[in-house]
Structures are given as C-alpha cells and as structure tokens.
C-alpha cells in the first residue's frame, strides 16, 4: 500500500522540520509550498520531502488539491492530510488509516471532540459547536467535529473527491462530497495541539460566506 | 425648465458612451445581447432626464411616491445586482487561476523528474 502524507505549508519555516522528520515513517512525504516567502520549501527539500511549489499563494484548500493529483497521478493508495503547524501528532497516523486499510471504510476524519478535548471553550462553543451544528444540517451526515484537517483518504474517496475551495471552506467541502459521492466515512479520536488561537470568528464568517457563494459559480 | 444645463451635460455624457458602446460592440468585444442591454439603460437615462414626469407615472403605478424615489430604488438595485456580477466574474478567475498555479506546480515536479533521470 502506498501512502502519501500531504501537507500543505505556508510560511512555516519554524516547525516544518519537526513535522516532515515524525511522519516519515508513515508514507511518502509530499509538502506543498502555498507560495511560502520564508525558507519553507528549503527545508521541505532538505528534508528529503518531495516538494511541490505553488507560485502564489491559494489556499491551504488549494494546496491540498495540488497533493491530492499528485499523488493519484503517482499512484496513491491512501492519502493523509496532515498540518504543518505542528497541532496534528503523527502518531496518530496508523490508527487513522487502518479502517482503510482493512477496507472497512473510504474516508477516516479525526475528530477532536470524540476523547477529552482541550479546546479553548471560547472557540468550542461559540464557532465549532455552531459550525459542527450547520454542517450537519446541510450536509446530512451526523459528525462531531468540523474543520478538522487530520483526515485520511482512500484511492476511491480521491477519485471522487475535488477541492474547489480555495480557502479554509474545503474541509466542509469534503464533508459535502461524502454526501455526495455516498462515500463509507468514519470519525476517529485525535489530538489537536493547540499552539495559538487558529481560526476565529472572522475567518468563521468567511467560510460560510465562502460556502454559500462557491455554489454559485459551479 | 430649471434643469436644462445639467440635461446638456446628461444627454453629452450619455452620447459619448453610446459611441464607446458601439465601438465596443463592432470591435466584438461585447455582445449583442450585451450591447442591447446597455443601450436600454442609457436611453432610459436620456427619458428620465428629459421627460421626468414619465418617472412619476411609473412611480405612481408602482405605488411609490416620487419618481425620483423610483430612479433612486432601481439605481441601488441595478447596483447590488452589478456589484453581484463582479464578484461572481472574480470569483471565477480565482479558481482559474488557482488552476494554473497547481498545473504550474505539477508540470514544474514532473520536468525536474524526467530531468533527473536523464542525469
């Protein structure tokens, strides 16, 4: 079974070093440079990543597409999303890609509501219980997390599924396409390390806005 | 007539866009469906300035008081919808060019590739 781990990166020089080194054991490392401006993609390749370099930025939703059809192209059995940052732990990997492996299921998402969570209670409550809420709604499929981007993708489910949301908006986008596409999903437990506050309520707004216009355009 | 100077200046302005309308519309650049669209808008513009009463006529069957309410009403919805299109347009050349940006990016991995196993 061939696994790409893809991680998209925008200027994160600082821990990218870290994070490409504790996911190497797991697959092929494919770091997609989103038109970083520090030394990002330096470090990716000296990593010994393979690199893949968007002249400007797009998107981290972009950038995962990018990952996506390399890696289907290159013949990808299953792919993981991983963050750059540093919040996802890539021990996590085995676990999360085993229901694939064992072909019990087409997309495995982390959630990281389904074991105790540490998450600021501002941005439990007042964004991603509400976000978890809409989604649900929209999309008809019952999850306890929503934009959480620790997910792992069988060579169906990338088949299947295309980012068009350049934004943050693709982690609903997917959720949408399981719908869609009647893919086999399941939640799993992970851990997300909070370092900073992330997404807040601004960019919230913008990924509904980003949603309900994406439709549009189609 | 209080107005007549202002309706000079109105009736100048909308004769010269006529002529880049036209121009536009011979060169191609527009078309025809385009064209007439924009031609009604700026006659409209030449009646609502000469024949202001035909303004209060539409407004009184529309049930609006005034008929510069009227123009005010339809100036600010034919805004938003403008305004709509444009976001719609920049949307659109968005993802195209997000396209071109991960084509770039593949296409770039794929030369230096075949280029090392040339070596």
């Known amino acids: 079974m061939k696994t790409f781990i893809i991680i998209p990166c925008y200027n994160e020089a600082e821990k990218l070093a870290n994070v490409i080194n504790s996911v190497k054991?797991?697959?092929?490392?494919?770091?997609?440079?989103?038109?970083?401006?520090?030394a990002s993609e330096q470090i990716a390749n000296d990593?010994?990543?393979?690199?893949?370099?968007?002249?400007?930025?797009?998107?981290?939703?972009?950038?995962?597409?990018?990952?996506?059809?390399?890696?289907?192209?290159n013949g990808a059995d299953i792919v993981v999303h991983f963050d750059s940052d540093g919040q996802h732990k890539a021990l996590e990997i085995p676990g999360l890609i085993k229901p694939i492996l064992d072909n019990k299921t087409d997309i495995v998402l982390g959630s990281r509501f389904l074991k105790g969570d540490k998450t600021p209670w501002f941005k439990k409550y007042f964004?991603?219980?509400?976000?978890?809420?809409?989604?649900?709604?929209?999309?008809?499929?019952?999850?306890?997390?929503?934009?959480?981007?620790?997910?792992?993708?069988?060579?169906?489910?990338?088949?299947?599924?295309?980012?068009?949301?350049?934004?943050?908006?693709h982690a609903s986008e997917i959720i949408e396409q399981i719908a869609q596409n009647k893919l086999r999903y399941k939640e799993l437990p992970v851990t997300i390390v909070y370092h900073e506050f992330g997404q807040g309520v601004a960019s919230g707004l913008r990924i509904l806005r980003d949603l309900l216009f994406g439709k549009l355009n189609k | 007539m209080p107005y007549l100077p202002l309706q000079i200046?109105?009736?100048?302005?909308?004769?010269?866009?006529?002529?880049?309308?036209?121009?536009?519309?011979?060169?191609?650049?527009?078309?025809?469906?385009?064209?007439?669209?924009?031609?009604?808008?700026?006659?409209?513009?030449l009646v609502v300035f000469w024949l202001p009463q035909t303004t209060s006529y539409l407004a009184f069957f529309l049930g609006i008081g005034r008929g510069v309410d009227l123009a005010v009403y339809v100036s600010i919805l034919l805004l938003f919808y403008l305004i709509f299109r444009l976001y719609l347009k920049i949307d659109k050349q968005q993802k195209e060019i997000t396209k071109i940006v991960r084509q770039l990016a593949l296409e770039d991995k794929e030369s230096k590739k075949t280029m090392n196993n040339e070596l």
Do not use: C
């Open chain 1, 25 to 38: 054991e797991y697959g092929q490392v494919v770091v997609v440079n989103d038109g970083s401006i520090d």
């Open chain 1, 47 to 73: 990593q010994g990543a393979i690199v893949l370099s968007h002249l400007i930025n797009r998107g981290q939703g972009a950038a995962l597409e990018t990952g996506n059809r390399y890696a289907l192209k």
């Open chain 1, 127 to 169: 964004i991603l219980k509400p976000a978890i809420k809409f989604q649900n709604l929209i999309t008809g499929i019952k999850l306890t997390d929503a934009h959480n981007g620790f997910r792992a993708l069988s060579k169906t489910a990338l088949e299947k599924i295309r980012i068009t949301q350049d934004g943050m908006a």
């Open chain 2, 9 to 45: 200046i109105v009736t100048l302005f909308v004769i010269l866009v006529v002529f880049r309308l036209t121009k536009k519309y011979k060169d191609s650049i527009l078309k025809t469906s385009e064209f007439i669209g924009w031609m009604i808008i700026w006659v409209i513009v």
